[in-house]
């Protein structure tokens, strides 16, 4: 039977005298899941260049410049910060809502009690850094230990972390007597860059190794996977947990410090506007680099995707809400494209 009157499915099977030959139909769909593949990982990638090519265009002499780059890095710190922080607890599969209340009462203790109480700049953030690490352990016991839902416990740490600050600072904002040694841990510049883009460069490098090139990074997203299978496996479950709360209430610490530090003052609730951007940030990364896994790389590139488009609309001049329209539409979309590729792949 000539080779063009068979059917699709025998046309599978027709062979050459060397052995079976690839069947013809199956190179074009290899080729769309390479490239199903390629979109999933890279997607969101593509579309922060795309997004820097279009600002770049539109200001090209405000926005694609080393003085605006530095900006939006020094700005974009302390998000990453606290996101790659966030990113430990996600990977277990955990929450922390805790975290912009804890970077409110590490803000609050820093400054007040250092000018309020008359304790020294340096004990007054070591006790900033204590609250950190204390409301973490207390995340991780409730949660890993007891068995409480991560949503509920830090939800409601939140706003005991918050009623510890309220009786720190009495709620006044604090604008004088800071010291300038505390401002200039947030003020001062190393070879030309903000002090405060080496400290975020350092923690979120320590993190990322954590997570990728240590035993205890694969036993979390083992954890993530499977908490029982993991615990079954000999992987000390509650401790990673309770380890992984840890971090994220240090990081949130250290927010805190930073943000006080670079303004010099104190405002109540400086922390509630890191909330909502940590976790974007987060998911963002999850659907670059390792589709619907979070990574700490992926985070990187979150938190500077959104740091580049706030940045970007506000030169533009527009109204509040088209910014956030247009943000918003920005962020949809980017994730979509990731999805669907990894979807398809």
Not at 74 to 99: E, K, N, Y
Not at 253 to 264: D, K
């Amino acid at each position: 039977m000539p080779e063009e009157m068979l059917s699709p499915a025998a046309a599978t099977v027709v062979g050459t005298p060397e052995g079976p030959r690839e069947p013809v139909a199956a190179e074009p769909g290899a080729r769309a899941h390479r490239l199903n593949g390629l979109l999933a990982r890279y997607g969101l990638l593509a579309a922060f260049v795309l997004t820097v090519v279009v600002f770049s265009i539109a200001r090209p002499d405000t926005f694609p410049t080393m003085e605006n780059l530095k900006s939006i890095l020094t700005a974009a710190s302390p998000p990453l910060i606290i996101a790659a922080g966030l990113t430990v607890v996600l990977v277990m599969q955990d929450f922390d809502l805790s975290f912009g209340a804890m970077i409110g009462l590490a803000s609050g203790a820093a400054v007040a009690l250092a000018v309020t109480f008359g304790w020294s700049w340096e004990a007054a953030m070591l006790a900033a850094l204590g609250f950190g690490l204390v409301a973490g352990l207390v995340n991780g016991y409730l949660v890993a230990v007891a068995g409480g839902s991560s949503f509920i416990v830090t939800l409601a740490m939140g706003t005991v972390l918050t009623g510890i600050e309220y009786a720190i600072t009495s709620q006044n904002t604090i604008y004088s007597g800071v010291s300038q040694d505390y401002v200039d841990i947030a003020s001062g510049t190393i070879l030309g860059l903000s002090n405060m883009i080496w400290i975020a460069a350092v923690l979120a490098a320590g993190i990322w190794l954590l997570l990728d090139r240590t035993e205890i990074g694969r036993f979390m997203y083992a954890i993530g996977g499977n908490p029982e299978a993991a615990r079954l496996s000999g992987i000390r479950v509650r401790t990673l947990r309770t380890i992984g709360f840890v971090i994220v209430g240090l990081s949130a610490a250290v927010v805190g410090i930073l943000i006080t530090s670079q303004s010099g003052s104190y405002t109540p609730n400086s922390g509630v506007s890191y909330l909502l951007p940590a976790f974007a940030a987060a998911f963002l990364g999850s659907a670059v680099f390792r589709p619907g896994e979070f990574n700490l790389p992926g985070t990187v590139v979150g938190v500077l995707f959104l740091g580049v488009i706030q940045t970007g609309l506000t030169m533009l001049d527009l109204q509040t809400y088209i910014i956030n329209l247009v943000q918003g539409g920005i962020l949809v979309t980017a994730v979509l494209v990731s999805r669907l590729g990894q979807r398809s792949a």
